[in-house]
C-alpha cells in the first residue's frame, strides 16, 4: 500500500507560479512511475504529467507543455511539479497518482495504482 500526500497548492495570481509536492510512503518509492493529474469543477480528472521510475522520462499534456516541469527525487520519496505562467484554465484540484512500473513513465495517463487526496489550485484573472 502507498499513501501519497501532496501540498504546495493555494491561490495565485494569472502569470504566477507555484509548485506542488507529493510525498509518498513505503521503501519502493523508485519502482514507481508517478504522474500528476487534475480535476476542475464539474469537468473529468485530466492528465498533466508524468515521470518514470528513475525520472529519466518526462511526458506532458499539451496544455502545460513548455510552462510546467514534472522532477522526482527518490532519496525524498517525492515528486514535484513546478507550474508557471499559469492561467485560470488551470485552475483545478491536482492529485498525485502512482503506478507499480518501470517500464515508460506515460503509462500512469492510462492507469495507476494510488493517488493522493490533492491539492487545490486557484488562479485569479
Known amino acids: 500500500q502507498v499513501q501519497l500526500v501532496e501540498s504546495g497548492g493555494g491561490l495565485v495570481q494569472a502569470g504566477g507560479s507555484l509548485r506542488l509536492s507529493c510525498v509518498a510512503s513505503?521503501?519502493?518509492?523508485?519502482?514507481?512511475?508517478m504522474g500528476w493529474f487534475r480535476q476542475a469543477t464539474g469537468k473529468e480528472g485530466e492528465f498533466v504529467a508524468a515521470?518514470?521510475?528513475?525520472?529519466?522520462?518526462?511526458y506532458y499534456a499539451d496544455s502545460v507543455k513548455g510552462r510546467f516541469t514534472i522532477s522526482r527525487d527518490n532519496a525524498k520519496n517525492t515528486v514535484y511539479l513546478e507550474m508557471n505562467s499559469l492561467n485560470p484554465e488551470d485552475a483545478a484540484l491536482y492529485y498525485c497518482?502512482?503506478?507499480?512500473?518501470?517500464?515508460?513513465?506515460?503509462?500512469?495517463?492510462?492507469?495507476?495504482?494510488?493517488r493522493g487526496q490533492g491539492t487545490q489550485v486557484t488562479v485569479s484573472s
Open positions: 497518482v502512482a503506478k507499480s512500473w518501470r517500464g515508460t513513465g506515460y503509462a500512469v495517463a492510462y492507469g495507476y495504482d494510488y
Open positions: 515521470i518514470g521510475w528513475n525520472g529519466g522520462d518526462t
Open positions: 513505503g521503501r519502493t518509492f523508485s519502482s514507481y512511475a
